[in-house]
């Protein structure tokens, strides 16, 4: 059972990264997307808190640097969202409590998680751009991320707290 | 309670489980940024299963993508229709002043002549994902792959001209690296003089993606609006020679630097890629049509 659940976490992960590779082209931004997955990993940080969503993140980070058209150094994103997974879950008792919150909450990850993964890309001279144009596409991220945050966090608490409950029964 | 049972724990514990995954992370990194990868076998196997997956979900959302068409506005429609008549009126003034022009087309054709007398065998595909530009790669997914005979360093074009190259294939996908990634070099011989250069990419998308091309020699002063067409390499590896790149859109120079930079304006429109062709050796055999001899040109 518990193999189950796990199964839909990586299934909801998958769909997320191939969504913003595949679906959110038509709409991107300058070729910005939203980035489906960090948000998949904020959710899981206020539904189950810093631990479960490092682990998440690290999942949803590989999936991203190694899926197809990835072509950076693989790890800068399960870097970044290991961490944002981790700082997000140290805050969730505000996000937890109102859905503005959350929303804010999501901003700041995507802020802290593109900026980190830009940073690595600095250190390790990885597909750097200019620190205008880094700017500008972080924060049309995290405007993008901020847009879908109101629709997807309510649907993705609901589903990852549903999963939760069941594997406690066990 | 429930919670502290699964996901809080003690905070030793978490603290420890994230030291683990930022250790695993710059240990990825560090083997990964090698250039003979070992995570080079994990990454095509990742490649087989999500490819296809990309390819089912493209070829199902291609419809309502497709749909936004419907819903351009009256008003957009005629915003065109002016910027068409604009556009009209230019040329006609060029049609009528410039007789220097054709001295350019013949060498100009000549050149792409060759492109399509050489005989260049392609592969069509089609574009079905697209790296988000928050990754700060510019690279796309392509529904043709190794079992269409596609394999890394071939050139990919389109009907407009250079689009990349492919830099990872896997048995149905392959990866294109575009022309205006910051690691796409591309050697470059301008129109009308054939000087050589190099083009790199800036990285950014829209309408202001843009190519940088270095001239060899400094004493060379690219004119505007000249055409820039790939320079090739030997055995068409990474590039095959003779594609039409772009157009000169400025040139600069400064005292400190010994060359000048043109900034080029890309022929091929990165924001909206579809249907591309990949440069194959010839008598290859796959389990896709390979075109050949003047099809396309």
């Known amino acids: ?76 994103w399960a870097l970044a969202l290991v961490l944002v997974g981790y700082l997000a879950g140290l805050v969730r008792q505000d996000a937890r409590k109102s859905p503005f919150m959350a929303v804010v909450l999501v901003g700041a990850a995507s802020f802290v998680g593109t900026s980190l993964f830009a940073l690595s890309g600095f250190v390790l001279d990885d597909g750097a751009l200019p620190v205008a144009e880094t700017l500008r596409v972080i924060v049309i991220s995290v405007l993008w991320d901020l847009m879908l945050a109101p629709f997807l966090i309510p649907v993705l608490l609901w589903g990852i707290d549903r999963l939760q409950p069941l594997r406690m029964a066990h | 309670m429930a919670r502290r049972g699964y996901g809080g724990g003690p905070a030793d514990k978490s603290r420890r489980v994230l030291g683990l995954l930022v250790l695993a992370s710059l240990t990825v990194i560090t083997l990964d940024a090698r250039t003979d990868s070992p995570l080079d076998p994990v990454r095509s196997a990742v490649g087989a299963v999500v490819g296809p997956l990309e ?65 260049y065998s392609l592969v069509a595909a089609r574009v079905i994902a697209m790296g988000p530009v928050q990754s700060f790669t510019r690279t796309v997914t392509i529904d043709a792959g190794s079992s269409a005979g596609l394999a890394k360093d071939m050139t990919v074009l389109n009907n407009d001209g250079l689009v990349g190259r492919v830099v990872q294939t896997t048995r149905s996908t392959a990866t294109v690296l575009l022309i205006i990634d910051t690691d796409s070099v591309v050697g470059g011989r301008l129109g009308t003089n054939a000087e050589i250069g190099f083009l790199r990419g800036r990285g950014s998308i829209g309408d202001s993606g843009r190519l940088d091309l270095e001239l060899v020699d400094n004493a060379v002063t690219p004119s505007r609006d000249d055409v820039v067409v790939t320079w090739g390499s030997k055995n068409g590896v990474p590039y095959v020679a003779g594609i039409p790149i772009g157009r000169v859109e400025s040139v600069t120079s400064s005292p400190r630097q010994s060359s000048r930079l043109a900034v080029i304006r890309p022929f091929a429109d990165f924001s909206a890629l579809d249907v591309v062709g990949v440069v194959v050796p010839k008598g290859t055999r796959g389990d896709r049509p390979v075109i050949t001899e003047g099809g396309a040109r």
């Open chain 1, 1 to 76: 059972m518990t193999g189950l659940k796990d199964a839909t976490l990586v299934a909801v992960v998958c769909v997320a990264v191939i969504a913003q590779a595949v679906v959110f082209r038509f709409v991107s931004v300058d070729g910005v997307v939203p980035n489906l997955a960090l948000v998949v990993v904020v959710a899981a940080a206020i539904s189950r808190g810093p631990q479960f969503a490092a682990v998440l993140g690290f999942g949803a980070g590989m999936l991203l640097d190694l899926a197809p058209p990835a072509d950076h150094v693989a790890g800068r």
């Open chain 2, 55 to 119: 390819d089912a979900t493209a070829t199902a959302t291609r419809p309502f993508a497709d749909a936004g068409g419907f819903f351009r506005t009256n008003k957009s429609l005629r915003n065109d229709i002016a910027t068409l008549s604009a556009e009209n009126s230019r040329l006609r003034g060029q049609v009528s002043t410039e007789p220097l022009d054709r001295q350019r087309l013949a060498a100009l054709d000549a050149l792409t002549r060759t492109a399509s007398e050489t005989g």
